[in-house]
């Protein structure tokens, strides 16, 4: 089955540190560029940050850059997004989606189900 | 930062009633357009991308349209399970997300 599962969401102070993890399964992990997409309670979507199948492009959004670090492993076909000086403005549920080209035309066909992340004192 | 704006917020559509849900990007995008459905609890699907081509397993009763700076996504006959949030997407330059459209039942 095709699948990815986000973990390593929860409860955390402002300013403190956390890491998401994403496993992926049933499909060539390193073939893919794979994103980080938040959604605040509520709210719509952000997206976060991406990351090439080799880890070479690297791209984050304004309101994450300098605090966040994406990175890969294909050898555990997994997906990891650090997440430093947290702030209260991250709550939101992320989702770690899948990033395919066809045509040239560039779209998530596979997304987790999100893991919660709660900043908060 | 290419800024998408859909609109209405919030479109209140009778079972079996045409819906139609746009998308507006702040400068061209060519067609590298994508619509994803939301439901409460669950995880976005897409449902089109290039602007126009249904994803695999999407009913033909949703179509998109659309080029440069104005999208349209159009779904024919709306059925109970059509009720959702909408969300555009570019991936022209950046990436970014409209703030969506939720089709609620009239």
């Known amino acids: 089955e095709v699948l990815l599962v986000e973990s390593g969401g929860g409860l955390v102070q402002p300013g403190r540190s956390l890491r998401l993890s994403c496993a992926a399964s049933?499909?060539?992990?390193?073939?893919?560029?794979m994103h980080w997409v938040r959604q605040a309670p509520g709210k719509g979507l952000e997206w976060v940050s991406g990351?090439?199948?080799?880890?070479?492009?690297?791209d984050y959004a304004d309101s994450v850059k300098g605090r966040f670090t994406i990175s890969r492993d294909n050898a555990k076909n997994s997906l990891y997004l650090q997440m430093n000086s947290l702030r209260a403005d991250d709550t939101a549920l992320y989702y770690c989606?899948?990033?395919?080209?066809?045509?040239?035309?560039?779209?998530?066909?596979?997304w987790g189900r999100g893991t919660l992340v709660t900043v908060s004192s | 930062e290419i800024v998408m704006t859909q609109s209405p917020a919030t479109l209140s559509v009778s079972p079996g009633e045409r819906a139609t849900l746009s998308c507006r990007a702040s400068?061209?995008?060519?067609?590298?357009l994508a619509w994803y459905q939301q439901k409460p609890g669950q995880a976005p699907r897409l449902l089109i991308y290039?602007?126009?081509t249904r994803a695999t397993g999407i009913p033909a009763r949703f179509s998109g349209s659309g080029s440069g700076t104005e999208f349209t996504l159009t779904i024919s006959s709306l059925q109970s399970e059509d009720f959702a949030v909408y969300y555009c997407?570019?991936?022209?330059?950046?990436?970014?997300f409209g703030g969506g459209t939720k089709v609620e039942i009239k």
């Open positions: 290039g602007a126009s």
């Open positions: 400068q061209s995008v060519s067609s590298n």
């Open positions: 997407q570019q991936y022209n330059n950046g990436l970014t």
């Open positions: 049933g499909f060539t992990f390193d073939d893919y560029a």
């Open positions: 990351i090439s199948w080799n880890s070479i492009i690297i």
């Open positions: 989606a899948k990033l395919i080209a066809v045509s040239g035309y560039w779209y998530f066909d596979l």
